[in-house]
């Protein structure tokens, strides 16, 4: 048996060891939800996004979620331009609104909210962070909403590095339905 003085260095060595893995992040088969995103070439992984929000909207017994290629667009438009801009804002110019938008992405919504965030530098942080603000966690929780889209924008220069937007919508299908023509074929009116 070795002295107990004899163990502190042994401790001390696998202690700065497993703190040295923390601070490279998560390794190889680790959920995305820990990947950072503070360093420029990792963005947030929509599906693992997508599984976290529907877990806890299923245990508030909500609706769950898809991912909207258009959302993520919208979603990534702001994140780009806070990250721009530096500040994080709904809307940093009037075209920049969440409804201006959708609207370029070709989204037609009923029902739309967004949250935005900065300096989480992990999915995992954000959603913490959003569920941890009651008006942030409100739209998580908004019911109707049947879709979604998110994204991150990275920009090493400024104060929080990391830009988030999160969007939650529910589509007009009422728009996409097409009417049934009630007209004959030209054929039938030939005199």
Known sequence: MLPKTSLYPIAALILAAALASCAEGPGPGSPSMY???????VSVDPQEALNMLNVYRKRHGLSTLTLDAKLNAAAQEEADAMAKAAQVSHALTPDLTLIKRLE????DPVLATENIGAGYYTLAEAFSGWRDSSRHN???????????GIATQFRGDAKYKVFWSLILAKPDEQKFQQPVSQTRPSALFAQ
């Open 138 to 148: 409100a739209n998580m929780l908004k019911e109707g909403v049947t879709q979604m």
């Open 35 to 41: 990947a950072n995103l503070g360093k420029g070439n």
């Open 104 to 107: 370029r992405a070709g989204y």
